[in-house]
């Protein structure tokens, strides 16, 4: 069954970049879902989506978090990760990575990692 | 961008009663639209995708409907693990968009 879990700096200073990766079990980051998903949110807010890499190659993200958002793929490690830059207060939540098992995104993200907390202080 | 939008934002409701939550779209989106549940605490959950689809493991009390702009979620029969916040999406498009939610509780 495949699981995700998301890792990395729970604590960043403003203008710095934080840096997260999704860990992918029970499958394979070339074998599954034809895209992977960053999606956040923000204390006491809905969802918003940062971006995802596609298996095209391609990777598409949110025009409002403007050029600041890096997606990238490490098959050899079966994960993807996020950089987000000169991150503000604005950037604070929770920070979930997701994919639709071997299908397409079109039909929703039906596999979710538990989130971890980013707090921009 | 394609906006959208969900109503109510919230609703009061009781064990047994039938709920209908209600997603429009800014534009056409054809059948591309997904609910979520989110508990607190917790990522969401994928109930419905491709507009009418249940997905798999989810309760059949759960349906959706729509095509176009208009879209709705109905809980048939509200049991008390349905108390959360559900969430639209649209997967026609990047950037990918979520609706503001609808929180049911009690």
């Known amino acids: 069954q495949l699981q995700l879990q998301e890792s990395g700096s729970g604590l960043v200073k403003p203008s710095e970049t934080l840096s997260l990766t999704c860990a992918i079990s029970?499958?394979?980051?070339?074998?599954?879902?034809?895209?992977w998903s960053w999606i956040r949110q923000p204390p006491g807010k809905g969802l918003e989506w940062i971006g995802h890499?596609?298996?095209?190659?391609?990777?598409y993200s949110n025009p409002s978090l403007d050029s600041r958002v890096t997606i990238s793929v490490d098959r050899s490690k079966n994960q993807f990760s996020l950089k987000l830059s000169s991150v503000t207060a604005a950037d604070t939540a929770v920070y979930y990575c997701?994919?639709?098992?071997?299908?397409?995104?079109?039909?929703?993200?039906?596999?979710w990692g538990p989130g971890t907390t980013v707090t921009v202080s | 961008d394609i906006q959208m939008t969900q109503s109510p934002s919230s609703l009061s409701a009781s064990i047994g009663d039938r709920v209908t939550l209600t997603c429009r779209a800014s534009?056409?989106?054809?059948?591309?639209l997904n609910w979520y549940q989110q508990k607190p605490g917790k990522a969401p959950k994928l109930l419905i995708y491709?507009?009418?689809s249940l997905q798999s493991g989810v309760p059949s009390r759960f349906s959706g409907s729509g095509s176009g702009t208009d879209f709705t979620l109905t809980i048939s029969s509200l049991q008390p693990e349905d108390f959360a916040t559900y969430y639209c999406?649209?997967?026609?498009?990047?950037?990918?968009?979520f609706g503001g939610g609808t929180k049911v509780d009690i």
């Open positions: 997701a994919t639709r098992a071997g299908s397409s995104f079109r039909y929703g993200m039906d596999v």
């Open positions: 029970g499958g394979s980051i070339s074998s599954g879902g034809d895209s």
């Open positions: 890499f596609h298996h095209s190659g391609n990777t």
């Open positions: 534009q056409s989106i054809t059948s591309y």
């Open positions: 491709a507009a009418s």
């Open positions: 999406q649209q997967s026609y498009s990047t950037p990918l968009t």
